[in-house]
């Protein structure tokens, strides 16, 4: 699943150790089965019951005893064995379900503050999960530095899928910065936007809430191991590198995805594994 899917992530966990890779592996894989429960073409009913299915084998991982219905699910077997190598805290992904369930049931946000809440639910929380698996030399910074890479390239993602979001009916740029740059008007959805929207400078603003978020999570690296840190290196440098092609080119985002190329990924692999990622 994880090379299937993790199409910018893998770039990452391919520099881990083993070990490493394989517990990457199984906290992506529940965390993509949160993901696409949320984005599923099903009832907001039977998506909260889905999301409360994979909650309680959480609760089961965190006790020790799976439920009948998960005792052979491939993806409990794989987070169990990675708990028992690593001191993950799972209890992170109760933080990843609420954030998903926000998506099931609130479709905007009034403020940037209440953007932050959101990511914190559903990125930040793979920051800890992930920080389980890497360790790292000063874990309080760390948590507070892995939360904060978390939000960065969570708010990349949501500039760059703003037409496909607006698609499933969600739009999680802040309203009240639509409103202040005249876009309240605008259908992110065809990529209508009025002649006197200024959605480039809207784009910008967000952007750069996100490279100060990046500025200030990359503190995180000099915490971690060299292949730990080559691997959180890799994934944060190219979300910055679609941050880039964001800022100079704002429209782009009602375009189509905007994606780095396969050899671009490579190049910022190879370069966070020589520790030129900063």
Known sequence: MTRNEAKNFSYGLRLLPGPKRRAMSAIYALA????????????????TELLGRVGSMVDGLISGHAGPEDADDPVRLAL???????????EAFHELIAGVTMDVEQR??????????????????????????????DPDRGREYADTLGLALQITNILRDVRE???????????????H??????????GSVPADAEFDGLVRFE???ARALFEEGFRLLPLLDRRSRACVGAM???????????????????????????????????????????
């Open 32 to 47: 993509r089965r949160v993901d696409d429960i949320g984005d599923g073409d099903l009832e907001t009913r039977r998506k």
């Open 181 to 190: 740059f005249a876009c309240d008007k605008a259908d992110f959805t065809t």
């Open 207 to 209: 952007a750069g809430r």
């Open 80 to 90: 169990a064995d990675a708990a028992r190598r690593f001191p993950i805290p799972l």
């Open 236 to 278: 944060a440098g190219i979300y910055r590198g679609l941050l880039d092609i964001i800022e100079r080119e704002p429209a782009a985002v009602l375009a189509g995805r905007v994606s780095l190329s396969t050899e671009q990924k490579s190049r910022l692999a190879l370069a966070a594994l020589l520790g030129r990622v900063r």
């Open 108 to 137: 905007d946000y009034k403020s940037f503050a209440d953007l932050l809440s959101y990511c914190r639910c559903v990125a930040g929380s793979i920051g800890r999960l992930s920080l389980g698996v890497f360790g790292c030399a």
């Open 165 to 179: 979001d607006a698609a499933m009916g969600r739009r999680y740029l802040p309203a009240e910065d639509v409103e």
